[in-house]
């Protein structure tokens, strides 16, 4: 059983450019959250996605980040116009999908994708 | 709003020597608690997780926690650590009674292992 993917695995930009970071959930799992960790710090949610819907996107910057989670296919971490501070590395997380039980609460994380901004 | 805190920047200790790494948090319920482990270049692994029921915890590797309500504490404890268990580990929280299920993380701990 696969795990979370995450691609690509590095990625550098230049600034002005876009991201696109993709993220495949685990097999099963339709939740889908996304975390950035700046160095040396820990990790910080940004949002909350279940399949074409946000849920919770409290973490997000206002501007140039938008994410999306659509039927078919990964979910979208987009980041426009890209600056210096955006430089993380980006997990992915997902969980499984059916109730309110404890075990929907578990996140299982991909490798991240580690932005480089030149 | 939930914070996690863990007090110990970097950690260094002997092989097989005993590890305790803390972990406070605030949150005004009982919250679902996660420590996690992430050797460098990777993604994070669930160590263990305490929901409910009986306060010391089981996980993987040998690790174990303990959740203690009137310290709001969760600290990972292993017996004997291992050269392969130098990695940064990160408590995390989950408000569970609002429904919200983003997870609030600490700044992590890392741990050395000198031979």
């Known amino acids: 059983n696969a795990g979370v993917m995450q691609n690509p695995r590095h990625l550098v930009r230049r600034r002005g450019q876009e991201a696109r970071l993709r993220c495949s959930p685990m097999?099963?799992?339709?939740?889908v959250y996304w975390y950035r960790q700046l160095p040396e710090e820990g990790l910080k949610f940004m949002v909350y996605?279940?399949?074409?819907?946000?849920?919770?996107e409290s973490g997000m910057p206002k501007e140039r980040f938008s994410a999306e989670f659509p039927k078919e296919g990964p979910s979208i971490l987009r980041i426009q116009q890209v600056v210096r501070g955006d430089s993380a590395a980006y997990f992915c997380?997902?969980?499984?999908?059916?109730?309110?039980?404890?075990?929907?609460?578990?996140?299982?994380f991909g490798p991240g994708t580690r932005l480089t901004v030149t | 709003a939930q914070s996690v805190t863990q007090p110990d920047i970097h950690i260094t200790v002997s092989e097989g020597a005993s590890l305790e790494l803390r972990c406070n948090y605030s949150?005004?319920?009982?919250?679902?608690l996660f420590w996690y482990v992430q050797s460098p270049g990777q993604g994070l692994q669930l160590l263990l997780k305490?929901?409910?029921?009986?306060?010391l915890v089981q996980g993987i590797k040998g690790f174990e926690a303990e959740f203690k309500r009137s310290q709001s504490s969760f600290n990972l404890r292993k017996p004997s650590v291992h050269w392969s268990d130098a990695a940064e580990y990160f408590c995390?929280?989950?408000?569970?009674?609002?429904?919200?299920?983003?997870?609030?993380f600490g700044s992590g701990t890392r741990l050395q292992v000198q031979p």
């Open positions: 996605l279940q399949k074409e819907n946000i849920i919770d």
């Open positions: 949150y005004g319920a009982t919250p679902y």
């Open positions: 995390a929280v989950g408000a569970v009674p609002t429904g919200r299920r983003a997870l609030t």
């Open positions: 305490y929901f409910s029921g009986d306060t």
């Open positions: 997380a997902s969980s499984p999908l059916e109730g309110q039980g404890e075990g929907t609460y578990e996140q299982y």
């Open positions: 097999k099963g799992h339709s939740h």
